[in-house]
């Protein structure tokens, strides 16, 4: 499990996220959610360690990793799917895949087939550079290189941005198998209701940088929803 506690962070002198508590269990989704420029992405990147707090806590099954730098964290069991997918356009399909496998411990050093089963279409465009896919084949690859990392949590910043629906259920069906059979911790960054209501368990709300509302997906109210989630 991931659990955050007390984070503040600022850029520069602009504070960007206020004493951010949360706790994400193993096996399940959690979803982080809230207006365009809240802190979300900030947040992510708090946790894997691409920006690093001033205070708090992070901590993977119990060990702190908030003193350690992005690639140590990747090496403690945190995978980043950033937002905009962040391709090599110039590296292949395979290439872009086996940077993430540099997370890994085990020393494994070729792309997993079970990974590759996930998204058979990468396997079709393996040799393709990864600039000439398509916006809903690149996220496929985006998840696809943070699991060659065999990473216990996985945070995915608004994977359905710009996505085609067929593509978006099944980015949705591989989530769910991924807590269900992997007991991986997912922390998803979304801002379409809908999938978050389908696929995941908990919520939190963030607003100006603060966590203003959470609790089990199942109980999230419409008045949240209209006071903080509604453009
Ligand atoms: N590198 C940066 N330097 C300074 N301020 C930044 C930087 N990145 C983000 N911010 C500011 O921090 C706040 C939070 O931004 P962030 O990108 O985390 O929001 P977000 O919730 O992910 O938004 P979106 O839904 O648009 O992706 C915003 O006010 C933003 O302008
Ligand atoms: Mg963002």
Redesign the pocket.
Known sequence: MLEVTGLNFH??N?Q?LYDISMSMPSGQITCVM??????????L?NIMGVESSTTGRVAVDGADVAALPANKRARSGLALVP?GRMIFPKLSVMENMKVGLSARTDGVKTVPTDVMDLFPILKTFANRNGGDLSGGQQQQLAIARALCGNPKVLLL??PTEGIQPNVIQMIGEVLQMLAKTRNMTIVL?E?YLDFVREITQNFYV?NR?RVVAAGPTAELSEDVVTQHLKV
């Open positions: 850029y520069g602009v960007a809230g207006r365009n420029g809240v802190g979300k992405t900030t947040l990147k937002q910043d608004e960054v801002q963030l940088g």
